[in-house]
């Protein structure tokens, strides 16, 4: 026991110096349930994974939502899922300390207010994983529509 103690002291300066949110491929997954979460409106999920301070700035700021307008736009569904189908691509990982950007594409089927037919969208977006108390939770969003492809 007194040789571990030595030992133990010496990694507490380590710890203080912070590691990244998550290993790459565990975040890519989570945020891949994130984009389920927001097509199904799985309000439990988000609830758990979005920074009490989590902002989502839409296409050319034409929508600003919080936490809780997200979460309270979602719960107005009423289980019904917003969109047919929501798929991420091309994502690209930026980490500093316990601070990772995820940067890609989102291919986004919503369906119309007919409830048969549906469009479909591309956006580019960046989200921003903070450590919070030990946990990495979505801090900011900003996603950009996407000309059509020819």
Request: glycine share 6%; net charge positive.
């Amino acid at each position: 026991m007194k040789r571990l103690l030595p030992l133990l002291a010496s990694l507490l300066p380590c710890a203080a110096l912070g590691v990244p949110c998550q290993p790459t491929a565990a975040l890519v997954d989570h945020d891949r349930r994130y984009e389920e979460a927001l097509r199904s409106g799985d309000v439990a999920f988000l609830r758990a994974a979005l920074a009490d301070d989590y902002v989502w700035v839409h296409s050319l700021g034409s929508q600003v939502e919080s936490r809780a307008v997200l979460l309270e736009r979602l719960q107005g569904l009423k289980g019904q899922a917003a969109f047919k189908s929501r798929t991420t691509s091309d994502v690209h990982v930026h980490a500093q300390g316990e601070t990772v950007v995820l940067r890609g594409l989102s291919i986004v089927e919503q369906w119309n207010a007919d409830g048969a037919t549906f469009r479909t969208n591309r956006y580019q977006f960046m989200r921003t994983y903070v450590n919070v108390d030990g946990q990495c939770k979505l801090l900011a969003v900003q996603t950009m529509n996407l000309a059509a492809k020819p």
